[in-house]
């Protein structure tokens, strides 16, 4: 019953949040440009398009607007796309595998490297490869991603050659109708750049958060009795000392989660990804107004759930950790 | 085991072989992807372009700038305000339709529906179908540009819409924006919008001596100017447009690709707010700042030559184009004309221009502040991008504001009616002057060559125009965007390019 609880607060927490972000997004609406611009040629008259924007509704007050999209919004329809002429939500659906699966991408490799590294850094402060591995780090850091991406796709793309430089190649459709890149192997050549490009965000970070996590337990008294009580090095390290780097880390981990959708939207810009952040760029570009606040109402909402999920996770890898709401 | 081997290496032969001359596939990326599959929808680049792979129109635009016959075989003047096409025979449409006269004026009379394309075939009067492959159409006046127009009449299957639906939706959704019949070289065999469009040649097209090869074309819109011209070099893609200025030599040196450039027609300039300043209503200040604008430096540095240096509207080709002007930097002309007109210490005006419209809008402006401030104007310029920027220009919030143009008739009379005319919210006429120049002059011999059939009356009129405007500045010209489209070799993508920007990718021929 308090996971029950716990739920229905982070519910009530997930439509506040919700409402507040449409509230901007529809307040700063005006300011995006004129939609009518993108839907017509140069030639149209004014005339033209002032009938056109009072068909729409686009004259109306902003109260009279803001209603009649939470009276639609209620049952489930943020508005059509100008630009697709479909519901903006399944237009964002249609888009969110291919986000998802560069995500997914993203991590995997910079767990798979940062992980391995710090502890590396950790145990072994004074060699020569950690020293690379930490100056590297801070260059890492303070590279644009957006230069990451085109070096990315010079190199590899265009002077050897190896791998493809845009889109995402051969997709197979998956029963419940996700489309993935993952079960061939030209979607997954199309997967590397793109990933490496968005995990080097996190890569430096993570490294150093690990490394220095991981310092940090090992001197600490339980585990210099771990070692007193002659348990093996490798038990000491792996399961008594960086056990306990882990909770940081998927703090950290959790709130970096906004980052990288955020930058989910410069990286499939430069790679013509076709997932949500180019969506998102492009709907702006083209002030699409519908397709812009439908995006950020979910992305508000994808950052409730998975910090639902990263509380959940707390609880996994430390048990002292309780749920807040869930009281005893 | 040797048997084994001989026959391989003659299949691989037969291969190799069967290659030339056969089915083509092409891979191309461009900017941006059509908005929608109705043609009628929106006017714009995406739209024609499209509507030359999927449908085709009475006559098109050549290389030279004069017409070719297309579903239109043949036409005549019947009188001062008829004329008559008679169509081809025999052509189908993608539903298996036969193509009729009935087709040709339900498409006329669709495209006087849209908003977008209405302005344009305001003129038209009526058409109507005489017999089943002739079609008869009608002017309020005589009519110099009848064939300029009918490059916009794409006949449509009107059965296939009329089963379907054959409303023009400018937002929501309609059967005419997903679903398409014409009678063009391509069928669309599938679309994901913002991703891509494949297009399939169409087995029973009517041109069989069109001598394309292209069975399937794969179009890839690459928004990022970069990643497009990466995905050239790499060899993912077999052609691209547009190719910006800071990549045309990579393309043009690379052993395996060709750069293909033209002169555009989109001219692109500064206007000058009367209304709003005092002092830019001084047709001494305008010709004094005309003269300190360097815009062949502007070419030449910003525009790495990716432009052709224009000292009036209309490009060379067009009637309206008058050889004589020429451009006119100065800078001691241009103090003492603003001496002479009464701001020898200059004066401070504020500047709007767009960030992502133009190519290199924004370094254009930022390049003719800093000239316009050594005749002592100080300019205080915003940059924006151009969902922003158009509603500005509507307001005309600044005192000098950018606007480039292309004329939809590929004619010097529609520079003037939208951008020089005096503006007139009634008739429309002016509707971009956000200037508001006016001479009467210039609206008189632009309406009366707007009815003026005789070819080389028409050119006097508007060449005059443009000698007016050049000498009171009633703008600033700067160049015509050329265009620039990248191939890999192999790909005779230079003998189906033209002016106008629509490739007729129905025709083109891939070597290996």
């Known amino acids: 019953m308090h996971i029950l609880a716990f739920l229905i607060r982070r519910a009530v927490q997930a439509v506040i949040v919700m409402l507040v972000i449409s509230v901007i997004g529809f307040s700063i609406q005006d300011n995006l440009g004129d939609p ?110 957006f230069l990451t991406a085109i070096a990315a796709v010079w190199l590899f793309g265009v002077e050897l050659g190896w791998l493809p430089a845009f889109g995402r190649g051969d997709t197979v459709e998956l029963p419940w109708g996700w489309e993935t890149g993952f079960l061939t192997l030209d979607g997954l050549s199309h997967l590397i750049l793109p990933s490496i ?118 609880t996994l890898i430390n048990p002292m950790v309780k749920l807040p709401g869930a009281k005893g | 085991m040797r048997l084994l081997r001989n026959l391989a290496a003659a299949g691989a032969v037969m291969l190799a072989t069967a290659g030339v001359g056969a089915a083509q596939t092409l891979k191309f990326a461009y900017d941006a992807d059509p ?28 290389q030279d700038l004069g017409f070719d016959a297309r579903i239109a075989k043949s036409w005549e003047r019947v009188n001062e305000t008829t004329m008559r096409f008679n169509l081809r025979e025999g052509v189908q449409f993608h539903s298996g339709n036969e193509m009729t006269a009935e087709d040709v004026v339900w498409t006329i009379e669709r495209l006087k529906s849209s908003p977008d394309f209405k302005g344009i075939f305001n003129g038209w009067v009526s058409a109507e179908a005489i ?16 064939l300029h127009t009918a490059t916009y009449v794409f006949p449509m299957d009107k059965k296939f819409y ?81 190719v910006p200025p800071t990549d045309l030599d990579r393309v043009r ?9 033209m002169t555009g027609t989109r001219v692109i300039t500064l206007q000058m707010n009367q209304e709003r300043h005092e002092a830019l209503a001084n047709t001494k200040v305008r010709r004094a700042m005309a003269y300190a604008i360097n815009n062949e430096g502007i070419v030449e540095k910003i525009m790495k030559g990716f432009g052709t240096v224009a000292a009036q509207q209309s490009p060379e080709g067009y009637v309206g184009h008058n050889p004589n002007l020429e451009p006119r930097y100065d800078l001691e002309k241009a103090k003492q004309l603003m001496a002479e007109a009464g701001y020898p210490d200059g004066f401070e005006a504020t500047m709007m221009c767009p960030n992502n419209r133009y190519v290199n809008d924004f370094k254009i402006c930022e390049a003719s502040a800093a000239m316009l401030a050594k005749i002592g104007i100080e300019i205080d310029l915003t940059t924006m991008p151009k969902a922003q920027y158009w509603p500005k220009f509507d307001e005309r919030a600044a005192d000098i504001m950018m606007i480039g143009w292309h004329s939809d008739t590929e004619d010097s009379a529609n520079f003037n009616e939208f951008l020089t005319m005096t503006p007139n919210p009634e008739t429309g006429r002016g509707q ?34 443009e000698r007016i405007l050049y000498e009171e500045a009633a703008f600033i010209p700067f160049h015509w965007q050329d265009l620039a489209y990248g191939a890999r070799k192999g790909v005779m993508i230079e003998d189906v390019v033209n002016v106008m920007n629509f490739p007729y990718l129905g025709d083109l021929v891939i070597k290996q």
Request: glycine fraction near 8%.
């Open chain 1, 36 to 145: 009518l611009r993108e839907l017509v040629g140069q030639s149209v008259s004014e005339e033209e398009r002032d009938a056109l924007r009072e068909e729409m509704g686009l004259n109306d007050p902003f109260l009279v607007q803001y209603v009649r999209f939470l009276g639609n919004a209620v049952q489930g329809d943020l508005g059509t796309s100008y630009f697709f002429k479909r519901p903006a939500v399944d237009v964002i659906m249609d888009k969110f595998p291919a986000t998802f699966e560069l995500v997914i991408g993203a991590v995997f490799i910079f767990l798979s490297l940062s992980i391995p590294a710090g502890i590396y850094c950790a145990i072994n402060r004074d060699s020569w490869l950690t020293r690379i591995i930490m100056t590297g780090s801070i260059v890492g850091i303070s590279i644009p991603v």
């Open chain 1, 197 to 314: 490009t968005l995990s080097s965000i996190m890569l430096p970070l993570f490294i150093r958060l690990i490394r220095a996590e991981m310092l940090e337990a090992m001197s600490t008294d339980y585990v210099r009795f771990a070692r007193a009580k002659g348990l093996s090095q490798r038990r000491v390290r792996y399961v008594h000392a960086f056990r306990n780097t882990l909770l940081p880390v998927v703090t950290v981990g959790g709130l970096m989660i906004g980052t990288l959708i955020a930058y989910t939207i410069l990286t499939e810009t430069v790679f013509q990804w076709p997932g949500m952040g180019f969506l998102f760029l492009e709907a702006v570009n083209r002030v699409d107004t519908p397709l812009i606040i439908a995006y950020i109402i979910v992305v508000g909402l994808i950052f409730v759930i998975v910090n639902t999920i990263v509380d959940f996770v707390y």
């Open chain 2, 35 to 62: 908005v929608s599959l109705d043609p009628h929808e929106q006017l714009s680049g995406g739209t024609l372009q499209l509507s030359h792979m999927v449908f085709d129109p009475l006559v098109r635009w050549n």
């Open chain 2, 131 to 146: 017999d089943a492959h002739t079609v008869e159409v009608k002017t309020d006046g005589p009519s110099p540009l009848m």
């Open chain 2, 162 to 242: 009329e089963e379907g639906g054959a409303e023009i939706a400018k937002h929501g959704d309609s059967f005419a924006s997903q679903n398409v019949s014409g009678t063009g070289p391509f069928t669309i065999a599938e679309r994901e919008q913002g991703v891509r469009v494949v297009f399939e040649r169409n087995e029973t097209y009517w041109d069989e001596d069109s001598p394309g090869d292209v069975q399937t074309a794969i179009l890839t819109p690459i928004k990022e100017a970069p990643t497009r011209v990466a995905a050239l070099l790499a060899g993912d893609v077999d052609f691209i447009a547009p």
């Open chain 2, 253 to 261: 040196e690379n052993e395996n690709t060709k750069l293909v450039t």
């Open chain 2, 432 to 465: 971009y002057n956000s200037g508001n120049y006016s001479n009467e002059r210039v609206d008189e011999l632009t309406l009366a060559s707007l009815t003026e059939t005789d070819q080389d009356k028409r050119a006097e009129m508007l060449q005059e125009v």
